[in-house]
C-alpha cells in the first residue's frame, strides 16, 4: 500500500479526507497539509519536505488541489529530491479512486489510473438527463 499526501489551500484537504473516509472507512498511511493565509511558501514547502523526508523509502503519492498554486509549486519543487507520483487537480471521486487503488497498484499504476478517468470526474448533468 502506498502512503498518500493530500496538500491544499485551506482546509480542503482536510474535509476531502474526512468526506472520503465516510465513504471507504478510516484510511492508515494518510496525511493532509493545508496552506494557510499566513503560511509562506518556503515554511509550506518545509513542512511537505519534513512528511516527505520520513517516507524517503516508501511508495508515495502526492495531491494537491489547483496547478500552480502554492501546494501545487511547493510539491513539484520537491521532486527533484524526492521519488513520488504528483497529481493535481484532485477532487472526492478521484481521491476516493485513490484510497481504494493504493491496496492493489503502485502510485504510479494509481496515478495512470486517476489520469485515465480525469475526463469522466466532470459530468453536465442536463446533458446526462437529456440523453
Known sequence: MFKVLLVSHGKLAESMLESAEMIVGP????????L?????????????SD??????????????DIRSG????????LMQRF??????????GM??????DREFLT?????????ELAGQSILDVNTLLKD
Open 70 to 77: 502554492t501546494p501545487f509549486n511547493a510539491a513539484a519543487s
Open 27 to 34: 484510511q492508515q498511511d494518510i496525511k493532509t497539509l493545508c
Open 51 to 64: 512528511i516527505l523526508e520520513t517516507w524517503k523509502d516508501e511508495d508515495v503519492m502526492v495531491l494537491s
Open 107 to 115: 502510485a504510479e499504476e494509481a496515478g495512470n489510473t486517476l489520469m
Open 83 to 92: 521519488d513520488f507520483r504528483h497529481i493535481s487537480g484532485i477532487n472526492l
Open 95 to 100: 481521491l476516493i479512486e485513490v484510497l481504494i
Open 36 to 48: 494557510n493565509p499566513e503560511d509562506t511558501p518556503e515554511f509550506f514547502c518545509g513542512k511537505i
